[in-house]
């Protein structure tokens, strides 16, 4: 089976999470399409792995602190949307722009 | 072609198509529900390329827990539906932006793989894993759990009522 094949769906998946992050303006969305692109990551980390051969796994190994970090992401992402949420009404991020100049 | 190859093949459709899904959804809930087939599909991916550990924690911790997670956030927060509620006017930059990326990675990607071959007859054990974590790589291994407990307390601090 052809590595470049697995690679391109791992490329397919980070665009279409790019597009998510750029045109949506639901917070939760955008945390969805951040879990797209961070999963497109890991599809890579376990192509390389399983071309590579490599007896430690680091691949793998890596693709596992991918996944706990993006629990550990998305945990106070969500706890950010929901404090917005309660101060403002909405969680439409065009609205959410005190910081911008 | 072998079967493995196949499999990787039909899920791999389906985690492409769900993702184009879960972006052009003009229902929150319906969008996290595709996110779970993309999820599910990209841990039968893992399987069939020999990462038995980490296609099943790809299963528990995403399709578990995440979702579970995110289905709150959207329960919680007032979920509107329709294109106008959830999509900006940057919907053409954000096309091109996206296909400009695909664009260069597929071309560097096929410039550097282009002839290389993944052999599925390998399969990582639990025990490989294992082994390998906690030998070479405890330091990183701890330090993700003490970013997790910070993570946890980070969420409940945020999170509560004051």
């Known amino acids: 089976m052809s590595l470049a094949w697995v690679l391109t769906l791992g490329a397919f998946l980070f665009s279409v999470g790019v597009y998510g992050v750029l045109a949506r303006k639901n917070a939760v969305l955008v945390l969805m399409s951040i879990e797209l692109m961070l999963n497109s990551v890991n ?47 909405t969680i439409n991020i065009d609205e959410v722009d005190l910081l911008k100049w | 072609m072998s079967w493995p190859a196949v499999f990787v093949a039909i899920f791999g459709t389906v985690v492409a198509l769900s993702a184009v899904a879960v972006v052009m959804s003009k229902n929150v809930v319906h969008a996290a529900l595709y996110l779970v087939l993309v999820l599910g599909a990209a841990g039968a991916i893992f399987l069939m390329l020999g990462a038995e550990f980490v296609g099943w924690t790809q299963i528990l911790i995403y399709v578990g827990a995440i979702i579970v997670l995110l289905l709150f956030g959207l329960m919680l927060t007032a979920a509107p539906i329709g294109r106008s509620a959830l999509d900006n006017q940057q919907r053409g930059v954000a096309l091109i932006t996206a296909a400009a990326v695909f664009g260069v990675f597929t071309f560097i990607i096929w410039r550097s793989f282009g002839s290389a071959r993944i052999h599925l007859n390998q399969v990582v054990r639990t025990a490989d894993i294992g082994r390998s974590l906690f030998s070479g790589y405890i330091l990183p291994f701890e330090l993700v759990s003490v970013l997790l407990l910070a993570a946890l307390v980070g969420a409940i601090v945020l999170a509560k009522r004051d």
């Open chain 1, 43 to 89: 599809i890579n980390l376990i192509a390389f792995n399983a071309w590579f051969k490599d007896s430690a796994a680091v691949g793998q190994i890596f693709a596992l602190f991918i996944i706990t970090v993006a629990a550990a992401e998305v945990g106070v992402g969500l706890a950010i949307v929901l404090l917005v949420f309660r101060h403002r009404k």
